[in-house]
């Protein structure tokens, strides 16, 4: 059985995406000229790949297909966002800031600013799937 097909992007279509994202509509030639080190077949692939799952469409010019971009940069992070948060944090944003507050790596002024964000975040947030179908939220989750 073939692999199932994933709506997120691999790295090679995000590089693509972007291209799509800061140059506008472009044909082939125009986005590999554009990323660095891959071959016009290797391009034209993954744009088809790409118009596959939704995230480009294309139209004729003469004899060249315009490709673009159907949703925004903001709309595709979103997207990325909610699928690591359900596969790897079971839905839960407390889990993945929890993550994200014990890595090493984060600077203070990073720190500073999720603070910030959160501080100022409004108290009449959209309810949770568990919210929407009457389900109680754990003690954690009601305090964020």
Same mark, same amino acid.
């Given at each position: 059985?073939?692999?199932? $097909?994933? &709506?997120?992007?691999?790295?090679?279509?995000?590089?693509?995406?972007?291209?799509?994202?800061?140059?506008?509509?472009?044909?082939?030639?125009?986005?590999?000229?554009?990323?660095?080190?891959?071959?016009?077949?290797?391009?034209?692939?993954? &744009? /088809?790949?790409?118009?596959?799952?939704?995230?480009?469409?294309?139209?004729?010019?003469?004899?060249?297909?315009?490709?673009?971009?159907? &949703?925004?940069?903001?709309?595709?992070?979103?997207?990325?966002? !909610?699928?690591?948060?359900?596969?790897?944090?079971?839905?839960? !944003?407390? !889990?993945?800031?929890?993550?994200?507050?014990?890595?090493?790596? &984060?600077?203070?002024?990073?720190?500073? !600013?999720? $603070?910030?964000?959160?501080?100022?975040?409004?108290?009449?947030?959209?309810?949770?799937?568990?919210?929407?179908?009457?389900?109680? /939220?754990?003690?954690?989750?009601?305090?964020?």
């Amino acid at each position: 059985m073939p692999p199932r $097909k994933s &709506i997120t992007l691999t790295p090679a279509e995000l590089r693509l995406m972007r291209v799509l994202w800061s140059c506008g509509e472009s044909a082939v030639s125009d986005i590999v000229r554009q990323v660095e080190a891959l071959a016009y077949t290797s391009v034209l692939t993954t &744009i /088809r790949v790409l118009e596959t799952k939704g995230y480009v469409r294309h139209r004729q010019q003469g004899r060249a297909f315009l490709y673009s971009a159907t &949703i925004q940069e903001s709309e595709a992070s979103r997207s990325e966002v !909610r699928h690591l948060l359900d596969r790897f944090f079971g839905n839960s !944003r407390e !889990r993945l800031l929890l993550s994200l507050l014990g890595d090493a790596e &984060i600077d203070p002024e990073e720190l500073r !600013r999720l $603070k910030q964000a959160i501080a100022s975040a409004p108290d009449d947030v959209i309810p949770t799937t568990a919210e929407a179908v009457g389900q109680e /939220r754990s003690p954690e989750e009601s305090a964020l």
